[in-house]
């Protein structure tokens, strides 16, 4: 469940911020399919994942947190 509201979140600005699923992967450092597991809510991110998903759009982590 966790996992799925980080999925989203990180989707939702993504987008937002007009990054392919191709080119985020790529500004963060890691591979598409583990992108697409986030997204899909398959995996929890990581903490390196989730700051430099953060520092990458601009954005601070908190604005990623799911709300409880």
């Not at 989707?11 to 986030?38: C, H, M, N, P």
């Amino acid at each position: 469940m966790e996992a799925e509201k980080w999925g989203k979140r990180i989707k939702a600005y993504r987008k937002l911020k007009g990054y392919t699923q191709i080119d985020f992967a790529e500004s963060i450092g890691i591979s598409v399919s583990v992108l697409g597991e986030i997204e899909r809510g398959v995996r929890l991110p990581s903490e390196n994942v989730i700051n430099k998903a953060s520092i990458e759009l601009n954005i601070p982590v908190q604005e990623l947190t799911p709300k409880k």
